[in-house]
């Protein structure tokens, strides 16, 4: 395949070490991995499909979505369709103020349902395993919103899909229009995705927790929104500062796969060593292996997408085992 928005690097490239990203390729084939592209200064040096329909098929990014979510929440503040971080969600869910209901939910913040420390009992890493229980009600929101307070908001970051939709029913109320149609005037077309869909609850709200569905090189020009600080073609899509806020590192709940901002994880690239600007790399991650990493000191961004769904985090073990070295080891030798 060619890509007109990444172009293929030539084979006379030395950026990156083309025996080990051949052993990588190799290796893929024998694993459910459908599609997987690495891309280095904006071209691509690896572009590989289990099969050559799935470069145009709509891939499910499973819980990418939340790091779209979360960038169109940067995109409604940027625009001032959202005041604050800092804004209770009770301002868009006025059943909150109801006498009924535990008061502490009034104190649960935007900034919250974006690093997942809104509080609720939510046991989707646990008990629910990867599969949130909203999806059997009628009624998601409220699903979410009757969910018992077992933590302080803010107090703990619990893996919770609940959260991210909540976020998108604030930017459909926010907007006036619905997230999906936000996302496509304001992040989907100036990110030249043309093909796309996005799945909704029975309310018309499109799920932010796992809904959105696109091409694998699509998935890749979020990855490169990122990496050039919210700008694309001259284009400032996201504010820089934005940008930098969503990917800090801020909770460490699960080490095995990294620490959480807001809907974007994080880790170290060399894990013996100290973080610094040089040795980390940030990533939505989706169940079943759907991944957008960027590795900012590299310039690079990987895209997989999987139906690994004992192995969600098979792709990133092969992330750190193939391609950073092939990167790294090279930019050493040169």
Same mark, same amino acid.
């Given at each position: /395949?060619?890509?007109?928005?990444?172009?293929? $690097?030539?084979?006379?490239?030395?950026?990156?070490?083309?025996?080990?990203?051949?052993?990588?390729?190799?290796?893929?084939?024998?694993?459910?991995?459908?599609?997987?592209?690495?891309?280095?200064?904006? *071209?691509?040096?690896? !572009?590989?499909?289990?099969?050559?329909?799935?470069?145009? #098929?709509?891939? #499910?990014?499973?819980?990418?979505?939340? *790091?779209?979510?979360?960038?169109?929440?940067?995109?409604?503040?940027?625009?001032?369709?959202?005041?604050?971080?800092?804004?209770?969600?009770?301002?868009? +869910?006025?059943?909150?103020?109801?006498?009924?209901?535990?008061?502490? #939910?009034?104190?649960?913040?935007?900034?919250?349902?974006?690093? /997942?420390?809104?509080?609720?009992?939510?046991?989707?890493?646990?008990?629910?395993?990867?599969?949130?229980?909203?999806?059997?009600?009628?009624?998601?929101?409220? +699903?979410?919103?009757?969910?018992?307070?077992? &933590?302080?908001?803010?107090?703990?970051?619990?893996?919770?899909?609940?959260?991210?939709?909540?976020?998108?029913?604030?930017?459909?109320?926010?907007?006036?229009?619905?997230?999906? %149609?936000? $996302?496509?005037?304001?992040?989907? !077309?100036?990110?030249?995705?043309?093909?796309?869909?996005?799945?909704?609850?029975?309310?018309?709200?499109?799920?932010?927790? %796992?809904?959105?569905?696109?091409?694998?090189?699509?998935?890749?020009?979020?990855?490169?929104?990122?990496?050039?600080?919210?700008?694309?073609?001259?284009?400032?899509?996201?504010?820089?500062?934005?940008?930098?806020?969503?990917? #800090?590192?801020? +909770?460490?709940?699960?080490?095995?796969?990294?620490?959480?901002?807001? &809907?974007?994880?994080?880790?170290?690239?060399?894990?013996?060593?100290?973080?610094?600007?040089?040795?980390?790399?940030? +990533?939505?991650?989706?169940?079943?292996?759907?991944?957008?990493?960027?590795?900012?000191?590299?310039?690079?961004?990987?895209?997989?997408?999987?139906?690994?769904?004992?192995?969600?985090?098979?792709?990133?073990?092969?992330?750190?085992?193939?391609?950073?070295?092939?990167?790294?080891?090279?930019?050493?030798?040169?």
């Amino acid at each position: /395949m060619i890509s007109s928005f990444f172009p293929t $690097a030539g084979s006379d490239d030395r950026q990156v070490d083309r025996e080990l990203l051949l052993a990588f390729e190799k290796r893929l084939r024998k694993e459910k991995v459908l599609s997987c592209l690495v891309i280095k200064n904006g *071209s691509l040096f690896l !572009e590989y499909y289990k099969n050559k329909k799935l470069a145009a #098929k709509l891939q #499910k990014t499973n819980s990418c979505t939340k *790091s779209f979510v979360a960038t169109l929440m940067g995109v409604a503040l940027d625009q001032g369709v959202i005041s604050d971080l800092d804004t209770p969600i009770s301002e868009y +869910f006025p059943a909150l103020h109801h006498k009924s209901v535990d008061p502490i #939910k009034r104190s649960i913040t935007l900034y919250h349902l974006l690093t /997942m420390t809104a509080g609720f009992d939510w046991p989707e890493f646990g008990e629910w395993k990867s599969f949130p229980h909203m999806f059997y009600s009628s009624d998601w929101v409220r +699903f979410v919103l009757e969910r018992p307070l077992i &933590h302080e908001p803010g107090e703990k970051m619990n893996y919770n899909s609940g959260c991210s939709h909540l976020l998108s029913a604030v930017l459909q109320k926010a907007s006036g229009v619905s997230t999906y %149609d936000f $996302a496509k005037k304001h992040l989907l !077309e100036p990110l030249k995705i043309h093909n796309s869909y996005w799945y909704t609850d029975g309310q018309g709200i499109p799920n932010g927790g %796992d809904g959105l569905r696109i091409t694998t090189m699509d998935m890749a020009k979020l990855g490169l929104l990122y990496l050039q600080k919210g700008q694309l073609k001259e284009k400032q899509v996201v504010s820089s500062n934005w940008i930098q806020e969503f990917i #800090k590192p801020r +909770f460490l709940t699960y080490e095995r796969i990294g620490s959480y901002g807001c &809907h974007w994880w994080s880790a170290r690239i060399d894990p013996e060593k100290d973080w610094t600007d040089d040795n980390w790399f940030y +990533f939505a991650l989706g169940f079943g292996g759907q991944y957008i990493l960027v590795v900012p000191s590299l310039e690079m961004v990987v895209v997989f997408t999987s139906e690994l769904y004992d192995q969600s985090l098979l792709p990133l073990s092969l992330f750190r085992e193939y391609v950073l070295p092939a990167v790294v080891t090279k930019a050493a030798a040169d």
